[in-house]
Structure formats: structure tokens, C-alpha cells
């Protein structure tokens, strides 16, 4: 992901390859691919006296390095959170997914990409047949919505910020927005959402209404407002 929100207290390592760790008001997350075995390391900007990770069910072992740094062994993918001195409000999210699967060829027409870096979106209205694919490093600060429209997906490795979603046009001609939502689906048919990162959304992340044929998978979702 590019530098956006960098986290001042947390650099992390997974097999000595440095993840951007990025800050909200009350959490901080590294978003990253991976499959098999892999060690992860923890350099925490602050002083603490343990950590603990979770889920519990990972059993897994952080061990504390004569430098102050945490190393533990994960098996990916899974989401490991880290909690330093038991604090809720600097807690460290690890969100690992497996590398997409190469896909089916798509007509360009029908396919929205966003690639690597920063990308302002607004409000984008989607229709039928259409693909969004989020790539890996890509941050979107937007949202999406569509009603009454058949085989939309969403899919990716990449970062949906939804912090202040405004409608394309909102600035110079006022448009209301017709979402607080970051996704949005209105009496669709065959909707898929895989893949994703989704933060900040200041109500509902993905809100399908009276929608039939929903798929979603593998799709975190990280808010803080209210916490």
C-alpha cells in the first residue's frame, strides 16, 4: 500500500520483507499476501512488558528478541492480532490473505482497475457485468453502490478507504450522496466481494438489500467510529 497513515509506533517484517503498517484513531493494520510458513517480526516504538496474540487457536508463541523485538511463526494465511500490555486502543492488526488465483480473461470494457498507489474515487454507481479489481498496494478512498443491476464483483488484495466518501462532482455542484456506506448493493442479483480491505466506513461496511445470489469471502473490514 503507498505511505498513507503510516503508523508511528509499529514497523513490521514477515520473512525480512518490510509490510507498510498503517494508524486509525484506534487501531493499526498491515494488510499483505501469503501461503505457508512464514516469521514475523514485530518492532513495537514504545515500551511495553508483553504481548499477546491472537486468535488464541493459532497457539501461537511471541518471543521477545534482545533487541525489544517480537518474533513469533505463523502459518498463512490467517489475521493475527497483536495487543501490547493488553491495549485495545494501539492494537496491531495482521491481515494476510493467499495471493489471488490468476483469473479468467475479462473484456477490458467490463473491468474497473486500480492499481498500486492512492487512487480518489468518490461515489462510483456500478452496473451490471462490471468487475473492480483493487491490486495489491492499490489504496481507494471512495465508495461503490449499485441497484438493480446483475453480476457485479469486487474483488482484489487492495485497501477501500471510506472515511469520507463524497460523490463525484460533490465539491463543485453540491451532489448529494446517495451512500454512507463504503459498499452499497440494492436489489442486485450475483454480487461477489473477495479479497478486499475495507476501513473507516463512518456507518455499515457492505450492505446488500434485497439482493439474491451474495458472495463474499475473505473480506476484512476494520471501523473505529464509536470506539
Known amino acids: 500500500c503507498p ?11 514477515v520473512d525480512g520483507r518490510e509490510i507498510a503498517v498503517h494508524a486509525a484513531p484506534s487501531y493499526h493494520f498491515a494488510v499483505f499476501t501469503g501461503r505457508g ?29 534482545p533487541d525489544g523485538a517480537v518474533t513469533f511463526a505463523a502459518e498463512f494465511p490467517c489475521n493475527i492480532i497483536a495487543e ?8 496491531l492488526f495482521l491481515l494476510c490473505n493467499p495471493p489471488e488465483e490468476e483469473q479468467p480473461a475479462l473484456p477490458e470494457e467490463g473491468v474497473i482497475r486500480f492499481g498500486p498507489g492512492l487512487h480518489d474515487v468518490g461515489e462510483m454507481e456500478l452496473r451490471g457485468g462490471q468487475t473492480v479489481h483493487l491490486a495489491q498496494g492499490a489504496w481507494v478512498r471512495g465508495s461503490f453502490f ?8 469486487i474483488c482484489g488484495r487492495g485497501v477501500l478507504d471510506s472515511s469520507a466518501p463524497e460523490p463525484a462532482g460533490a465539491a463543485g ?3 448529494e450522496r446517495k451512500s454512507r456506506h463504503a459498499l452499497l448493493f440494492a436489489q442486485c442479483t450475483g454480487v461477489i466481494v473477495e479479497g478486499i480491505t475495507i476501513v473507516n ?3 455499515w461496511h457492505v ?3 434485497a439482493c439474491d445470489g451474495v458472495h463474499i469471502s475473505r ?9
Do not use: W
Open 3 to 13: 505511505d498513507v497513515g503510516l503508523s508511528p509506533l509499529y514497523r513490521v517484517f
Open 37 to 65: 510458513s512464514g516469521e514475523v517480526r514485530i518492532l513495537a516504538n514504545m515500551p511495553f512488558r508483553h504481548v499477546a496474540l491472537r486468535p488464541r487457536r493459532l497457539a501461537l508463541e511471541a518471543l521477545r528478541q
Open 84 to 91: 501490547f500490555d493488553g491495549g485495545l486502543k494501539n492494537a
Open 146 to 153: 449499485a441497484h438493480g443491476q446483475a453480476d457485479v464483483r
Open 173 to 175: 455542484g453540491g451532489a
Open 201 to 203: 466506513c463512518p456507518t
Open 207 to 209: 450492505v446488500p438489500v
Open 219 to 227: 473480506v476484512n473490514i476494520l471501523g473505529h467510529h464509536g470506539t
